[in-house]
C-alpha cells in the first residue's frame, strides 16, 4: 500500500488551497494506481488550519500537543507528500513555515514531494521556486519537477481551467514516479535458497 500525505495551509473554509489539494490527491492516486495495478492508496489528509494555535505553542515550547503530533506523525509515515499553501505577498503562509520548521530536521529525506500554492494572480506563481523548493531542498526531500499554481482566475474560464487541470495531471504523473523510484520504497531482496543440513555435514569428511 502506497500512503500519501496532503498537507493544506489554507486559512478559510473552505479554501481553493483545499480544492486544489483535492484535486491534486486524485491525480496522484489515478497515476499511481496505473502505476501499480492492484496496489491501494491511502490518501490521508493534514488541515493545518486547526492545529494553528499548536504549531505556535511548538515553536515557543518545542513541544507537540496531540493534534500536531499527529499531523506530524502522518508527514513522517507517509511514502509521499503533497503540500499545498496560499501566497500572501508574495511568499508561503506563515502556518505552512511554520508547520515544516516545527517537523523533525529528518522526517523528509528522500520523501516525494509534490509542491503546489494558490494565489489571487498569476504574479505570485514563481513563489514555489524561490519559496517552498529552498524549504524542501534543505530538508532533503526529493521534489518532483512540476508545482502547481493556481490563480483565481484559473478557477474562473474554461480554458483556463482546462490548463490547470492538464498541470495537475502532469504533477500527479510526476509524482508517481518519483514513488516508483523512492529510496524510501522497500526493495524486495532476492535471498539465495538455503543449504541444506545434510550438505552442510557433508564437508565435514573433507
Do not use: C, N
Amino acid at each position: 500500500m502506497t500512503t500519501i500525505a496532503v498537507v493544506t495551509a489554507g486559512l478559510s473554509e473552505p479554501s481553493s488551497t483545499r480544492l486544489l489539494a483535492d484535486r491534486l490527491a486524485a491525480s496522484a492516486v489515478a497515476a499511481v494506481s496505473a502505476d501499480q495495478p492492484g496496489g491501494t492508496v491511502d490518501v490521508r489528509h493534514v488541515e493545518l488550519r486547526p492545529i494553528a494555535h499548536e504549531i505556535i505553542d511548538a515553536m515557543l515550547t518545542g513541544f507537540a500537543a496531540s493534534g500536531l503530533a499527529a499531523a506530524q506523525r502522518t508527514v513522517l509515515e507517509a511514502d509521499a507528500l503533497v503540500f499545498v499553501t496560499p501566497v500572501f505577498t508574495a511568499g508561503v503562509s506563515g502556518l505552512a513555515k511554520s508547520f515544516l520548521d516545527v517537523l523533525d530536521k529528518d522526517a523528509m529525506t528522500d520523501v516525494p514531494v509534490l509542491l503546489a500554492a494558490t494565489g489571487g494572480t498569476a504574479r505570485h506563481s514563481l513563489a514555489i521556486d524561490h519559496a517552498l523548493r529552498p524549504v524542501f531542498a534543505y530538508l532533503r526531500a526529493a521534489v518532483v519537477p512540476t508545482g502547481v499554481f493556481a490563480a483565481t482566475d484559473d478557477w474562473g474560464s474554461e480554458a483556463d481551467a482546462a490548463a490547470l487541470d492538464a498541470r495537475i495531471r502532469r504533477a500527479g504523473v510526476d509524482l508517481a514516479w518519483a514513488i516508483r523510484a523512492s529510496r524510501r520504497t522497500p526493495q524486495q531482496e532476492t535471498l539465495a535458497a538455503p543449504t541444506d543440513f545434510a550438505s552442510l555435514l557433508g564437508g565435514l569428511g573433507h
